[in-house]
């Protein structure tokens, strides 16, 4: 079966990104405060609702995971970013990358959902919470990412990457080969356009967290509201009615 998430609602029905169809990788951004992490969350947690832990598994990098280490489908968390974690972290992904190729070896690797069907493979798929802070700690884990951009999907391996800034921070060569971007809220147009190819993620409401701006493949911008847009959960949660078009208004009580 194809990974699939839930991201959240539009105007039309529900927001879904298919890692196969709609990938190879996603790519998530947003200003500080706009509901990152929450987005983060309920991509990660609709992956695993929608797939057994033997057809995917994850690998959750950064603050924000403490919920979701506990899935059954989750095979490693760091969460303390640190040079000597990191340069663990890619070892064991580029050791990954060489056990798959060589169970693959005698099979077709080259298909598009990527293999030898006699072979049971899950897909892995590799969570990165804050690429900043992941390249600021460990500077080679920039090259590392990208080889794993370019070699990881032929051999069931996905990449979902959230940054604050990526006019800055995402590579070239990483953000070619992300299929979707999820934008919330951007304050800089430049951190827009490099997402979605437009200025349009600064027009978002800046106090309602979770709204944001989809492109799948070449397709046209799909404006959606997170399913889970709350970073910080010891508050209490403010259930509003989602509208397309317009700013959100309070409920009254």
Known sequence: ASPTARVGATEAGHLSV??????PHVLVAGAPGQGRRGLLRTVVASLATGSPPDEVELVLVGDGFEQLARLPHTMARIA???AHGISR????LHAELRHREEILRD???VSRRGVNEHVALPRLVVVIGELEALIAEQPESAPALVDLALRGPGLGVH???ATRWPAGSVDDRLAARAGTRLTLRQQEEGDSVAMIGSGDATLLPEHVP????ARLGSGELIEFQSAGC???VRDAIDLR???VGRDLLPMEQ
């Open 241 to 243: 009615p989602f509208v």
């Open 230 to 232: 709350v970073d910080d």
């Open 18 to 23: 298919d890692l196969l169809d709609d990938g």
């Open 80 to 82: 303390e970013l640190h």
């Open 159 to 161: 990449l979902i990457v």
């Open 210 to 213: 979770g709204r944001g701006l």
């Open 107 to 109: 099979g077709d690797v």
């Open 89 to 92: 972290l890619l070892r064991c």
